[in-house]
């Protein structure tokens, strides 16, 4: 099924108001999923000291969230086109809800990481679904004004999360401490499932592909080989246990491959399309999409714990100290694509690399002069050229990657991309062991913990900027001119907005 394929509901009419409830619901789950992703880093270091959490269990607080939400995208899309996108819609948005209740009420560490991986399974069935029932749902003539609103939902979701998880971490509603950023979800996500019932119509593919279950396991095997060791190997003193797993880790992706050439021979419907990785711009795409995710999984949440536990500012301090990032990625991210793309092409992306790594630079010239002495406006500088290098990225980058892409795998490449994004941001998260809290002393007096993270956050950006330079040297492999892709770009804004599979 091609992304302009009719599902085998009706649509509805175009007076019919209902379309425009469920519109309202599927990017309110959008929008909730996308806070959470940003909501809770700003809360880490809350977390990290009211419930006594180790530095290998916050990681996993984050890490968990994105590796099962990327080890679920493609099947979830899938599960959607196969039993309905409607009834899978609502069994991940209860279940979200339900695990959003588990991580406002837990009682110690795992159960809260326990309850973020149960929450990232349960996002990877939602959100895919979010896209396909908005198309399912409007006519031809109406989805340029609707994807265009959903494009804004997605720079609102990115914008929001830090400053509302800042300040009800601050408010300590109730006494909860940083508890409310979960349970914040309840109300919203009770009234998405009561509503989701009454006014989102059910569709299906014609035609879905099969699922791959094996396929899902052995990804998911793979990075939890790679990522356990190295989260846990700084505490644990590097066992060679760990060494022995992240080689094995190879060897199970090499299972992958072996096993996802068989399924496509066999019956058409492996979890990886291996035939894209054939496209030089695709697989250089695939590429770029991991390190960034890798350079985004570093700087976050050493960039929180510097500002928190480093610098000793308070959570509310630290998420409006952020906004000028924010702005400046939603500002640039708007006139790469309308402006700057269409003229100049891949230079645009190139530039974003190099400008987002000037910013580290500035930023990491400026925690070495300043120390701890360092204000929020002297951090306004390079957080704005950061946040302007990104945006300059992130924007164009998915139709770079789709746009010599066979139309007939859109779809499969559009899941792919978010998949590796989500998988490399996970093991930023694990490498933060490596380049942060690998050069932070285990035992440190009280007065030496601030300056010990602040040397350590200059450590991880020196990183950042290494992986910036990677990212600007493999951009070279991109098409100088990315194709528009049908539909006005529809594709490339599932892809950005992190949905999976849309076609079959």
Known sequence: MTFTDTPHAPQPAAGDRRRWFALAIVMTAAFMDLVDVTIVNIAIPSIQ??????????????????????????????????????????????????????????????????????????????????????????????????????????????????????????????????????????????AGLVLGRRFITESKAPRALKLDLVGVALVTLGLLMLLYP?????????????????????????????????????????????????????????????????????FFLVWTLYMQIGLGWSVLRAGLTGLPFSVAVSAAAGMSVQLL???????????????????????????????????????????????AGMGLIVAPLTDAVLSEVPREHAGSASGLINTVQQMGNALGLGLVSVVFFGVIDEELAPAEVGPAFVDGFQHALGWVAAVLGVIFLLMFALPKRPAQHVEG???????????????S
């Open 49 to 190: 000291r009211d419930e006594g959490a180790t530095f290998s269990q916050i990681q996993w607080i984050t890490a968990g969230y994105a590796l099962a939400f990327a080890a679920g995208l493609v099947t979830g899309g899938r599960l959607g086109d196969i039993h309905g996108r409607k009834r899978i819609f609502l069994v991940g948005i209860g279940g979200f809800t339900v695990a959003s209740a588990l991580c406002g009420l837990a009682v110690n560490p795992e159960m809260l990481v326990a309850s973020r991986i149960l929450q990232g399974a349960m996002a990877a069935l939602m959100v895919p679904q979010v896209l396909s029932i908005v198309h399912a749902t409007f006519p031809a003539h109406e989805r340029g004004k609707v994807f265009g609103l959903f494009g804004a939902v997605v720079g609102l979701g990115a914008v929001s999360g830090p400053l509302l998880g800042a300040l009800l971490t601050e408010w300590n509603l109730f006494g909860l401490e940083w508890r409310p950023i979960f349970l914040i979800n309840l109300p919203v996500g009770i």
């Open 341 to 387: 793309v269409p003229r100049f092409g891949r230079k645009v992306l190139q530039a974003g690399a190099l400008v987002m790594a000037a910013g580290v630079l500035i930023y990491l010239w400026e925690a070495e002069r300043y120390g701890q002495a360092i204000t929020s406006w002297q951090m306004a500088l390079p957080l704005v050229v950061m946040g």
């Open 489 to 503: 770009g529809q594709e490339t804004l599932a892809a950005v907005t992190k949905e999976p599979e849309l076609v």
């Open 230 to 298: 190295l989260t846990r190997g700084r505490e644990l003193g590097w066992p060679a246990w760990g060494y022995v797993s992240m080689v094995g880790a190879l060897a199970v992706f090499g299972a992958l491959v072996a096993y996802e050439r068989a399924k496509g021979a066999r019956d058409g419907s492996p979890l990886i399309e291996l035939s894209l990785f054939r496209v030089k711009s695709f697989a250089a795409g695939i590429a770029v999409q991991t390190v960034f995710g890798i350079g985004l999984g570093v």
